[in-house]
């Protein structure tokens, strides 16, 4: 069974929150920071890593991205902040191109 990874992404002022499913996450993100990810994430500059979890299965990782995505702001949110208090980009480490402004 395929590994899925749903993750929520959010821009640098914290404003907007992108959630999605890839069964690659490294690459996925490497599109997304490429301008590759999609035209929402491009337009409002959606590119930090706040969330992501692991899901045995890419139906039922679509499935979690569906209920994520039908759930209120506040609670998107509060399950962010459960594990990621400060709200770091959890893959800021991932890349080594300092120089790029994301």
């Given amino acids: 069974m395929k590994t899925g990874f749903v993750y929520i992404l959010s821009n640098k002022s914290r404003t907007t ?35 992501f979890e ?16 039908n759930w209120h702001r506040d609670w998107k949110w509060n399950l962010i902040k459960e594990r990621n208090p400060d709200l770091l980009d959890l893959a800021a480490d991932w890349f080594h191109d300092k120089d790029a402004s994301y």
């Fill in 17 to 51: 929150l992108y959630i999605g499913v890839t069964s690659n996450l490294m690459k996925r993100l490497t599109e997304h920071r490429a301008g590759l990810g999609g035209v929402f994430t491009k337009k409002y500059n959606v590119h930090e890593l706040l969330y």
């Fill in 54 to 69: 692991e899901v045995q299965g890419m139906l039922y990782a679509i499935a979690r991205e569906k209920q994520l995505k």
